[in-house]
Structures are given as C-alpha cells and as structure tokens.
C-alpha cells in the first residue's frame, strides 16, 4: 500500500506561478512511475505530466513548456512546477503512482486560477 499527500494548492492569479508536491508514503518510491492528474470542475480526470521510474518525462499538449514535472526518489516526492498559470488550469489536482496493476491515489489538492 502507497499512501500519497499532496501539497501546495491555492489562489493564484493568471500568469502566476505554483508548486505542487506528492510525498509517498512507500519505502520503494524509486519503482513507482509517478504522475498528475487534474479534474476540472464538471470534467474527467485526465493526465497533466508524468515521470518514469528513470526520469523520463512527458505532458499533456497545454501544459508544455509551462508545466514541469520531476522528482526526488530520496524524499519519496514528486513534483509539478506550474508556471504562466491559465484559467483553465483550475481543478483538483492528483497525485499517481502507478506500477504495473497496482496504482495509487492522493487525496487531491485544489489549485484555483483568478483574477
């Protein structure tokens, strides 16, 4: 069991900057792909950015360039750097852990973009 605490939502205006944090709860962090997820309000969750277990990176087409995803295997946490923030970047953002069959969810952190 993996057990995943997301941190650093908030208000921010557009063009503002945020970070989000995951801190995982497993010992063996470093085999676990890691990802971001965003729900916007009425929407399905779908994928923002994604790290392999080997620091490959990839990102869904708006986020490019904006958005940069990394990780710290030694403090079991991954990382979303959100910047030039637009409006429809608002949703509850999750964390992912996923390997093979198994997957884990964090319990969501809500980032809100307004002026």
């Known amino acids: 069991q993996v057990q995943l605490v997301e941190s650093g939502g908030g208000l921010v205006q557009p063009g503002g900057s945020l970070r989000l944090s995951c801190a995982a709860s497993?010992?063996?962090?470093?085999?676990?792909?890691m990802g971001w997820y965003r729900q916007a309000p009425g929407k399905q969750r779908d994928l923002v950015a994604r790290i392999s277990r080997s620091g490959s990176t990839n990102y869904t087409e708006s986020v490019k360039g904006r958005f940069t995803i990394s990780r710290d295997n030694a403090k079991k946490t991954v990382y979303l750097q959100m910047n030039s923030l637009k409006l429809e970047d608002t949703g509850v953002y999750y964390c992912?852990?996923?390997?093979?069959?198994?997957?884990?969810w964090g319990q969501g952190t809500l980032v809100t973009v307004s002026s």
């Open positions: 992912n852990a996923e390997r093979g069959r198994l997957e884990y």
């Open positions: 497993s010992s063996i962090f470093s085999i676990y792909a």
